[in-house]
């Protein structure tokens, strides 16, 4: 599986991004699908994923409300919609692919259940 990830920038406090990720290889329906990110000096930490089953969605804390993850099996895509940003947003964002997921389960949110990644897009957001 291959992975592409687009549509980083750099935006104002408050502003908005959509991200996309797109997969080629694999049977794109049989992969849970998350987004990461990684800040300077900091390790990376799990934002939001979508598990194989339609609405198997989930998300860290502190992007509830402002970011939504969506999929398109027949596109192959994933795309993480990103409202209200804030400084502490910034960081290069990761998509990632999951062979192992469950159907009936949410997806995980631990890096090392990740196997496929994409090549990270970077977000700045200026204060």
């Known amino acids: 599986v291959q992975l592409q990830a687009s549509g980083g920038g750099l935006v104002q406090t408050g502003g908005s991004l959509t991200l996309s990720c797109a997969a080629s290889?694999?049977?794109?329906?049989?992969?849970?699908m998350g987004w990461f990110r990684q800040a300077p000096e900091k390790e990376r930490e799990f934002v939001a994923a979508?598990?194989?089953?339609?609405?198997?969605?989930v998300y860290t804390d502190s992007v509830k409300g402002r970011f939504t993850i969506s999929r398109d099996n027949a596109k192959k895509t994933v795309s993480l919609r990103m409202i209200s940003l804030k400084p502490e947003d910034t960081a290069v964002y990761y998509c990632a692919a999951d062979s192992s997921a469950i159907l009936s389960a949410d997806p995980s949110r631990r890096v090392s259940a990740y196997e496929y990644w994409g090549q990270g897009t970077q977000v700045t957001v200026s204060s």
């Open positions: 290889g694999g049977t794109f329906s049989r992969l849970a």
């Open positions: 979508y598990g194989r089953g339609v609405g198997r969605t």
